[in-house]
T-cell receptor
Framework: GQNIDQPTEMTATEGAIVQINCTYQ??????LFWYQQHAGEAPTFLSY????GLEEKGRFSSFLSRSKGYSYLLLKELQMKDSASYLC?????????????FGTGTRLTVIP | NAGVTQTPKFRVLKTGQSMTLLCAQD?????MYWYRQDPGMGLRLIHY???????AKGEVPDGYNVSRLKKQNFLLGLESAAPSQTSVYFC?????????????FGDGTRLSIL
């Protein structure tokens, strides 16, 4: 089976930095994705990691350690619009349709 | 720039009724997916398709059927709706090539079964 864990909720202050962790135990590993989902909306793609290390995209960065089964999403200079759920998803295999397995998501609330 | 379009956006059904959810994508993607999202459960894959005329089961396929008669469309059917199928349903699509190809999601269909 596939097991992907994230904290359920987090709160952070506008302008601050927040780190959202994701740990996984899957039958294989061929990449990890982070998605953002605002309430009542579709998930939108944020980042992709397949090799160890940090990937940076503007205010958002994502880190991966395959040996530890661990990733985090780092959000800098938080803005009110960053209040959303952040979904961690792992692709265990390269067969089928590159299927993803999702964690339950972390609901981030940004306060003034 | 439509991307992935789902219809309807909302629907209320009675137990035992049937319905079809339609997903259309205009990005010429080979792969398409149907997920359901429930509180505390995350997104779970129902069925997926690797191309026109093909379908396969995901994690939670029971009670659902799918068809992909045209490359751009992926239909999800509920033959006899049950209250346990009350959920938000998301369709997604992606290219087949490229290790980091993300899935692109529609806005969802909110389905209530009474």
């Amino acid at each position: 089976g596939q097991n992907i864990d994230q904290p359920t909720e987090m709160t952070a202050t506008e302008g601050a930095i927040v780190q959202i962790n994701c740990t996984y135990q899957t039958s294989g590993f061929n990449g990890l994705f982070w998605y953002q989902q605002h309430a009542g909306e579709a998930p939108t793609f944020l980042s992709y990691n397949v090799l160890d290390g940090l990937e940076e995209k503007g205010r958002f960065s994502s880190f991966l350690s395959r040996s530890k089964g661990y990733s985090y999403l780092l959000l800098k200079e938080l803005q009110m619009k960053d209040s959303a759920s952040y979904l961690c998803a792992v692709r265990p295999y390269l067969t089928g349709a590159n299927n993803l397995f999702f964690g339950t998501g972390t609901r981030l609330t940004v306060i003034p | 720039n439509a991307g992935v379009t789902q219809t309807p956006k909302f629907r209320v059904l009675k137990t035992g009724q049937s319905m079809t959810l339609l997903c259309a994508q205009d990005m010429n993607h080979e792969y398409m997916y149907w997920y359901r999202q429930d509180p505390g459960m995350g997104l779970r894959l129902i069925h997926y398709s690797v191309g026109e005329g093909t379908t396969a089961k995901g994690e939670v396929p029971d009670g659902y059927n799918v068809s992909r008669l045209k490359k751009q469309n992926f239909l999800l059917g509920l033959e006899s709706a049950a209250p346990s199928q009350t959920s938000v349903y998301f369709c997604a699509s992606s290219h087949s090539e490229g290790a980091g190809e993300p899935q692109h999601f529609g806005d969802g269909t909110r389905l209530s079964i009474l």
